[in-house]
């Protein structure tokens, strides 16, 4: 555990073994120890509320990629009833990087498609760290119009370092990949949701990202580049990602302020990575509330919606007698924002 | 004269020859000299390796909608810095530098012209305005084009020159790529011709989205065109890419464009396209 951990969360670590080491000597030599052991897990308490609710945009892109962190079919389990994956884009090849099926969540059927990420070296090779070629979009898009045939509502778990760079998804038109999805999805006659759960990094993540509810989890990020990226390139100097993350305002508060995001979902208080059980419990909640509310709107309506939404989004200013939408107030909602989700809101 | 004695110099009058400037350039593709009147008339193509340098959106323009037809929309629309960005230089700067270098308010310049007599929406992006990068302004201005086609159902073409999304306006750029993207799918939808004609060089946020949806795709020769920059996917495979990799004429051969059209030849193609289109 210890070898996975934060930088940021080691005090943390440090701590619960303490107790857990005062629980052991106590239970052996039969010694009442429980005084010191509640004074500790106050101050864990306190310690890690302190910490988690003041967490720098750098720690949390590392809470989104944190090596525990519950990805796609680590939620599939937790959320669905029963989820058959679907295979291959029909065209080239199966990727990996991003997994697909019908699902059922409660007595809903949907259609689910996201990034997958491995959990070891051998099996991210296999998904190739999350980041898909242009089958993956491909194969995601065949999913999501066999959703609208079949009339099941889609849900896209985002979780990627980006799209692909590789000779090979040049080659078979990555670019175009992308740009095919981004506008079919904003046709899709079928209810879109989106979550995304870690990593949302450039095209990579937009690329199964437009839908009628985009909802972040608290720690995941949603960005145009990687702040690594970004910061070697307008830095010189990779190392400058805290600055970096800090300037892209990629966090899940930064995005609702700005309104690119429709809600955030609470992580359980230490990151999703801390407790899976009780994040698919909140997940779940949440997609059948989106689902629910969904439903109720008529499908030229939401796809109005969903064309707005986007449309809205863009800062810019021009003379009058023309002014206006600086910043663009979005026409109609599709859900209420959470505008601040601090994670003391979560139960534990 | 004594073998070490000081020289004696004198001033001697040299009749100073004109040499007519910007006459002579050297090309930095094929680094021949070449002459710049042929290199102008050529439409800023080398004359001897027909390398395509970069144009201005201005010249676009000139060089595809017919003389004077231009009506220009969204002029005055300007660019703001909705996250406060700073990084090594402040974004405000970038745009004053941008503004300067390629005499624009941002880095397209659109509006309603025609096109051998045919109207068309057509817009030009600017290299030199930081990168022809793609910020709310770009994705504002694209969707207004757009929708303008619509209204007036008339062929929409875009000349891209872009390095993509615009970092410094991060989240705000990216949702641009799903803003233009969904203007498209409406035009898509109303059975309205997108020409995009992708100019060196044209990758990213630009490339997955508006610059890939063209019914018809034209490249200019020799144009970079990609999802990721070259480097990038240098340092992600860790070895070199092969010869002509991400060229027009690599993606013609992998089937991800139409046509390959030389610049003095764009002008005459765009008129057969949009008569077609238009009849």
Not at chain 1, 234 to 243: R, S
Not at chain 1, 324 to 347: D, I, N
Request: hydrophobic content about 40%; charged content about 25%.
């Amino acid at each position: 555990m210890a070898g996975t951990a934060l930088d940021f969360e080691r005090p943390l670590i440090e701590l619960e073994k303490k107790i857990e080491a005062l629980k052991k000597s106590s239970e052996s030599s039969g010694i009442d120890l429980s005084s010191q052991i509640v004074t500790l897990q106050r101050q864990l308490d306190s310690q890690r509320l302190k910490l988690y609710s003041k967490l720098t945009p750098w720690q949390r892109v590392q809470l989104a990629r944190h090596p525990r962190r519950p990805y796609m079919l680590d939620l599939v389990r937790l959320i669905t009833r029963s989820f058959t994956e679907l295979h291959g884009d029909r065209l080239f090849g199966d990727d990996k990087a991003i997994v697909g099926g019908f699902a059922v969540i409660d007595e809903v059927k949907v259609m689910l498609v996201g990034h997958q990420k491995g959990r070891d070296t051998k099996e991210n090779i296999m998904r190739n760290f999350g980041c898909p070629h242009p089958e993956g979009y491909r194969k995601a898009l065949r999913l999501m119009k066999m959703a609208e045939k079949f009339k099941l509502p889609v849900i896209s778990l985002i979780d990627t370092p980006g799209a692909y760079p590789g000779i090979g998804a040049e080659e078979r038109g990555q670019a175009r990949a992308i740009a095919l999805n981004l506008r079919e999805m904003m046709q899709l006659r079928t209810p879109m949701i989106i979550v995304i759960t870690g990593e949302g990094c450039s095209g990579g993540a937009l690329g199964v990202g437009i839908g009628d509810i985009v909802a972040m989890f608290q720690n995941a990020y949603y960005s145009v580049i990687s702040p690594e990226g970004c910061a070697a390139i307008l830095w010189k100097d990779a190392g400058k990602m805290e600055l970096a993350a800090k300037a892209l305002k990629l966090t899940a508060n930064d995005l609702a302020e700005h309104k690119l995001i429709d809600d955030i979902i609470p992580e359980p208080i230490g990151g999703a990575h801390t407790n899976h059980a009780e994040m698919g419990t909140i997940l779940k909640e949440r997609l059948l509330s989106y689902l629910e509310k969904l439903k109720r709107i008529a499908l030229d309506e939401l796809l109005e919606k969903r064309y707005k939404k986007f449309r809205a989004m863009g800062v810019f200013t021009e003379p009058a007698p023309e002014e206006k939408r600086v910043p663009s107030p979005r026409e109609e909602e599709a859900v209420p924002h959470l505008p601040e989700v601090s994670p003391l809101e979560t139960k534990r | 004269m004594p073998l070490f004695g000081k020289p004696r110099y004198s001033a001697i009058k040299v009749k100073k020859v004109q040499i007519p400037t910007g006459r002579w350039m050297k090309c930095t593709n094929c680094r021949e000299i070449i002459d710049a009147r042929a290199f102008h008339s050529a439409y800023k193509t080398c004359p001897k390796c027909k390398f395509h340098y970069k144009m201005s959106a201005r010249e676009r323009v000139d060089l595809l909608l017919d003389e004077g037809s231009l009506d220009e929309m969204d002029s005055e629309m300007l660019p703001q810095d909705p996250l406060g960005f700073v990084d090594s230089k402040k974004y405000t700067d970038r745009h004053k530098q941008g503004r300067a270098k390629s005499k624009l308010n941002e880095a397209i310049l659109t509006g309603m012209g025609s096109v051998a007599e045919r109207p068309v929406g057509f817009g030009a992006m600017d290299f030199s305005y930081i990168g022809g990068s793609m910020g709310s302004v770009v994705g504002e201005k694209v969707t207004r084009l757009v929708e303008r086609c619509l209204d007036q159902r008339c062929v929409l073409i875009i000349v891209t020159a872009s390095g993509g999304a615009r970092m410094m306006e991060s989240t705000y750029s990216l949702m641009q790529m799903a803003k233009t993207s969904g203007a498209l799918s409406r035009l898509h939808k109303e059975g309205l011709a997108y020409i995009a004609v992708l100019c060196n060089p044209t990758t990213g946020g630009v490339t997955a989205s508006f610059a890939s949806l063209g019914d018809i795709i034209i490249a200019e020769p020799g144009a970079l065109i990609g999802f990721a920059g070259p480097r990038v996917i240098e340092q992600t495979i860790r070895q070199e890419l092969p010869e002509g990799f991400q060229r027009s004429e690599f993606l013609l051969e992998h089937g991800m464009i139409d046509m390959i059209v030389p610049r003095k030849e764009l002008r005459e193609k765009l008129q057969e396209l949009v008569t077609f289109f238009s009849e």
